[in-house]
């Protein structure tokens, strides 16, 4: 149904994203990291990343907020009992002979802080990056067993909110980056407001079975995701052409007469 049976034409386009948790992004980029720093033989710097994420320099990796799972506790009732239906879903799956796909935790966070406790009391930290360090921080996504592939409409994009579907399924009040996978490929931070599971008989049809309606709200966290998804938002708006003036016309054919 078109609202108000508008004459404006429609266009209705499919752009495939990608999701990830933010703390899925931040754990790889500091895994990658350790790594780098320890190939290279210096000690570890995690401070360009610290400030890009605007993350507290001065507090542990697992107490920044910016990073945890829940944020509203108002919605801490509903995501707990999604996140234990999803511990049940991995014991089951432990029952039945298959290994749960991800531990309960991921250790990089605490592996970072021992390095870092390591270099203090050995007197190794630095204010400044190793020269091989010294480069703009990029960010990447992390590994493809930690991305969540779906698809979103033109429709249901706004300079608020995103809707999509997707494949796997995400908490309430989670951190997550949307990455809009269009030639000119840009990613935003955002914040899950529900995730439900959909009809299983649904018409749609998409080779990444995306079973999951996805709604996002962007946090806008990175400086520069505001412009470029505004950007992004005016190159997609419809071409509406100018209606016909019909009252020079009426005119003109009262003046012959007709």
């Known amino acids: 149904m078109i609202y108000n049976k508008s004459g404006h034409p429609i266009e209705v386009k499919k752009i495939s994203i990608r999701v990830w948790t933010l703390r899925d992004e931040i754990e790889a980029a500091i895994g990658r990291r350790m790594k780098e720093c320890e190939a290279a033989g210096i000690p570890l710097f995690i401070d360009d990343i610290k400030r890009f ?22 919605d801490e009732a ?11 879903e991995e014991v089951a799956a432990t029952i039945d002979g298959e290994a749960p796909t991800e531990g309960a935790e991921n250790k990089t966070f605490n592996q970072a802080e021992e390095i870092l406790a390591e270099q203090t009391k050995q007197g190794m930290e630095t204010k400044k990056p190793n020269p091989i360090l010294e480069r703009p921080y990029q960010r990447q996504a992390p590994d493809l067993d930690k991305i969540s592939y779906g698809f979103t409409l033109l429709s249901d994009i706004n300079m608020e909110n995103i809707l999509s579907f997707n494949k796997d399924k995400f908490l309430q009040g989670q951190s997550v980056v949307v990455e809009f996978l269009i030639p000119q490929a ?14 299983l008989r649904s018409r749609i049809i998409s080779s990444t079975k995306p079973d999951y309606r996805l709604q996002c709200k962007f ?7 505001r412009d470029t998804l505004r950007s992004f938002l005016k190159s997609i708006e419809p071409n509406i052409p100018q209606p016909i003036k019909k009252g020079k016309v009426e005119a003109e054919d009262d003046s012959l007469g007709i």
């Open 53 to 74: 994420y605007n993350m507290n320099l001065q507090t542990s990796l697992t107490d920044q907020s910016n990073v945890l799972q829940l944020h509203n506790k108002s």
């Open 78 to 88: 509903e995501s707990m009992a999604n996140l234990m239906e999803s511990l049940n």
């Open 186 to 199: 840009f990613t935003m931070s955002a914040t899950v407001a529900y995730c439900h599971f959909y009809a």
């Open 219 to 225: 946090s806008f966290s990175i400086p520069t995701e």
